[in-house]
């Protein structure tokens, strides 16, 4: 099987199943899953292409937002009511679909 390629707009991201299989909680997230950030990181990151950071206070703990892109390192890119931010996957709890 070739290797596996996710679109989050014109960025394809490259998976390998290895990838997948080690860690079942990052292959679950994928891009436009409903998720909630479980706690306030003490600093938000934008996902600009020149980041920049911001108080935490534009993003409540329990808020939910939609996955817009996955990156490198565990990191996620958030859509929430006020912005597109960066943050670890520890940080999210995955939604059920409704």
């Known amino acids: 099987m070739g ?3 996710q679109e ?3 960025i394809a991201t490259r ?3 290895t990838a997948m299989t080690d860690a079942p909680e990052s292959a679950a997230l994928l891009v436009g899953a ?4 479980l706690q306030a990181p003490p600093y ?3 996902a600009d292409p020149m980041p920049m950071l911001r ?3 534009l993003v409540d703990a329990g808020e939910e937002g939609d996955v817009v892109g996955l990156r490198a390192g565990e990191q996620v890119a958030v859509r929430f009511r006020r912005g597109v931010f960066l943050l670890e996957r520890r940080q999210l709890e995955l ?4």
């Open 3 to 5: 290797p596996i390629l």
């Open 15 to 17: 998976l390998s199943p």
């Open 95 to 98: 939604l059920e679909p409704a």
């Open 8 to 10: 989050s707009g014109s």
């Open 55 to 57: 108080p935490p206070d």
């Open 44 to 46: 938000l990151k934008t």
């Open 34 to 37: 409903r998720v909630r950030l």
